[in-house]
C-alpha cells in the first residue's frame, strides 16, 4: 500500500504564492501518474494538474493553466504544487493521488493522500 502525505497549504491571500508537496512511501518512479485533485465545500472533487513518471506529459486544468505548475522529483520521492496568483476559489482541500497506471478520472486513481487545506483570502 503506497502512502502519499501532502503538506504546504495554509491561509494566504489574493495573489500569493504556495507550494503543495506531496511525499510518498515508495519510489515515485514505479506511480506512472501523480495527480493534484482539488475539492471545495459542496462541490466534487476535480482534476487540478497531472504529471506522468519521466514528467514529459503534463496537464492543467483550464482554471490554473498559467499559474499553477505540477512537476515530480522521483530521486525525493514527491510530487509539487507551485500555486501562483492564488485566487478566492482556489479555495478547496486540495489532495495528492498517485497510480501505477496511464489514469486520468479520480475514480481511476488507487492511491490518495489525505488532503491539505488551501484557503485564499480576498
Known amino acids: 500500500q503506497v502512502q502519499l502525505v501532502e503538506s504546504g497549504g495554509g491561509l494566504v491571500q489574493a495573489g500569493d504564492s504556495l507550494r503543495l508537496s506531496c511525499a510518498a512511501s515508495?519510489?515515485?518512479?514505479?506511480?506512472?501518474?501523480m495527480a493534484w485533485f482539488r475539492q471545495a465545500p459542496g462541490k466534487k472533487r476535480d482534476l487540478v494538474a497531472h504529471i506522468n513518471w519521466t514528467g514529459s506529459n503534463t496537464y492543467y486544468a483550464d482554471s490554473v493553466k498559467g499559474r499553477f505548475t505540477i512537476s515530480r522529483d522521483n530521486a525525493k520521492n514527491t510530487v509539487y504544487l507551485q500555486m501562483n496568483s492564488l485566487k478566492p476559489e482556489d479555495t478547496a482541500v486540495y489532495y495528492c493521488?498517485?497510480?501505477?497506471?496511464?489514469?486520468?478520472?479520480?475514480?481511476?486513481?488507487?492511491?490518495w493522500g489525505q488532503g491539505t487545506q488551501v484557503t485564499v483570502s480576498s
Open positions: 515508495e519510489h515515485t518512479a514505479s506511480l506512472y501518474m
Open positions: 493521488a498517485a497510480d501505477r497506471r496511464w489514469v486520468v478520472l479520480a475514480t481511476d486513481y488507487e492511491y
